[in-house]
């Protein structure tokens, strides 16, 4: 069992940065894809992007490459999505996942999931 909790999100205003945090409560072996998704209000959850914890490996939704990275802590266990120039429209609840095997996009791929952590963007 795997468990996982957010932290770091917030108020941010528009161009400013956030970095959330996941923290894992067991080391992931190293089959193990770690995932940040988003829900918008009134959206369907999407993928953010994805990390390998064996080699940090990682894959980003398209339309956030280049903003959004993502980057494991051996040492404390975690996995962080840092995010720059955020934008109003990324304001969105955002969730850290867990699964064994390679990164997937689709949530319904991932079997362990934070509480989440909300992040709101202000014009």
């Known amino acids: 069992q795997v468990q996982l909790v957010e932290s770091g999100g917030g108020l941010v205003q528009a161009g400013g940065s956030l970095t959330l945090s996941c923290g894992i409560s067991a080391r992931p072996a190293n089959g193990y894809a770690l995932g940040w998704f988003r829900q918008l209000p009134g959206k369907e959850r999407e993928f953010v992007g994805a990390?390998?914890?064996?080699?940090?490996?990682?894959q980003y939704s398209d339309s956030l490459k280049g903003r959004f990275t993502i980057s494991r802590d051996i040492a404390e266990n975690s996995v962080n999505l840092q995010m720059n120039n955020l934008r109003p429209e990324d304001t969105a609840v955002y969730s850290c996942?867990?699964?064994?095997?390679?990164?997937?996009?689709?949530?319904?791929?991932?079997?362990?999931w934070g509480q989440g952590t909300q992040v709101t963007v202000s014009s």
């Open positions: 996942a867990a699964r064994r095997g390679n990164i997937y996009y689709s949530p319904g791929e991932y079997y362990w």
């Open positions: 990390i390998m914890w064996r080699d940090g490996t990682t």
